[in-house]
């Protein structure tokens, strides 16, 4: 599906503006001029971005609702891999990238900002809410069509490394 594609694209081009957005800011905050419009443009662009992001990943959940409505498995399955397996290298980055920026902040703040990092957990948490969406259906096709895919499948499509786990796990006893 398209919808997954631009999703797991808007995922990394969440992850670059995560970085570009802090560094931005902090490059031009220095030389005395303090917080001025540019920094406030490059704030904008990164929210504008979680946004965009979000929306494509309802876009691309609610394309996995129709997909299973026409029980098209092919196009389930397609896109399940896609999301699952090409957002390892995301998750990665962004968990590496969040305890260094996270930790910095909080650290710089003497632990004030230690309150705002269930933020960036509860959006990073969404997007495998998004993406677990076309695994459960996908799942779920598999149970009504009479293979062998327990319950628990279907739990660990929303839970970090349990879905990529699964996944990896089905595919390897279909054969795909």
Request: hydrophobic share 55%; net charge positive; with cysteine.
């Amino acid at each position: 599906m398209k919808t997954a594609k631009l999703f797991l694209a808007g995922m990394y081009a969440h992850l670059i503006l995560s970085v570009a957005a802090p560094l931005g800011i902090l490059y031009l905050g220095w030389g005395g001029a303090g917080w001025n419009r540019s920094n406030g443009s490059l704030l904008l662009v990164y929210l504008l971005g979680i946004g965009l992001v979000q929306l494509l990943g309802w876009a691309s959940a609610g394309a996995a609702v129709l997909a299973y409505r026409r029980n098209d498995m092919a196009r389930l399955r397609a896109a399940w891999r896609t999301l699952k397996l090409g957002a390892v290298p995301f998750h990665i980055l962004n968990f590496l990238w969040s305890v260094l920026a996270w930790g910095a902040l909080t650290a710089a703040s003497r632990g004030v900002f230690l309150l705002l990092v269930p933020i960036p957990i509860g959006l990073t948490w969404l997007m495998i809410i998004q993406s677990g969406v076309t695994g459960w259906l996908y799942i779920r096709c598999l149970r009504e069509s009479g293979e062998d895919a327990a319950i628990l499948h279907s739990v660990f499509q929303f839970i970090p490394v349990l879905d990529v786990l699964s996944v990896l796990l089905l595919l390897q006893r279909r054969g795909v």
